[in-house]
C-alpha cells in the first residue's frame, strides 16, 4: 500500500517560516518525482514546487525566492522549506507523487496577523 504521511504545518505569523515534511511507504521512493500542491478556499490546485528523481527542482513562480524542496532518499521523505510566508500563502498543502493518483491528506498552513 502506497501512504504518503504529512506533517509540519500551522499558524504563523507574516514573515515566519515552516518545514513540512512528508514521509512516503508502498512505493521506490527514490525514483519517483514528488510534488507539493496546494489549494486556498475558493481557488485551484497550484503546483508549489517539484523535485525530481535526479534532484532537480521546479518552483511556481508565487514562491520562487522563499521556499525550497528537497528530498532525503535515506528517509523516504520529501521537504518544503517555507520562508517569508505572506497570507496569500494560506491554503491546505498536499504532497504527491508526481503522476500519480498517490496523495497525502494535506496539512494546514495558516499565515495571519
Known amino acids: 500500500q502506497v501512504q504518503l504521511v504529512e506533517s509540519g504545518g500551522g499558524s504563523v505569523q507574516p514573515g515566519g517560516s515552516l518545514r513540512l515534511s512528508c514521509v512516503a511507504s508502498?512505493?521506490?521512493?527514490?525514483?519517483?518525482?514528488m510534488d507539493w500542491y496546494r489549494q486556498a478556499p475558493g481557488k485551484q490546485r497550484e503546483l508549489v514546487a517539484q523535485i525530481g528523481s535526479n534532484g532537480a527542482t521546479v518552483y511556481g513562480d508565487s514562491v520562487k525566492g522563499r521556499f525550497t524542496i528537497s528530498r532525503d532518499n535515506a528517509k523516504n521523505t520529501v521537504y518544503l522549506q517555507m520562508n517569508n510566508l505572506n497570507p496569500e500563502d494560506t491554503a491546505v498543502y498536499y504532497c504527491n507523487v508526481h503522476s500519480t493518483p498517490y496523495w497525502g491528506q494535506g496539512t494546514q498552513v495558516t499565515v495571519s496577523s
Open positions: 508502498g512505493i521506490m521512493f527514490r525514483i519517483y518525482n
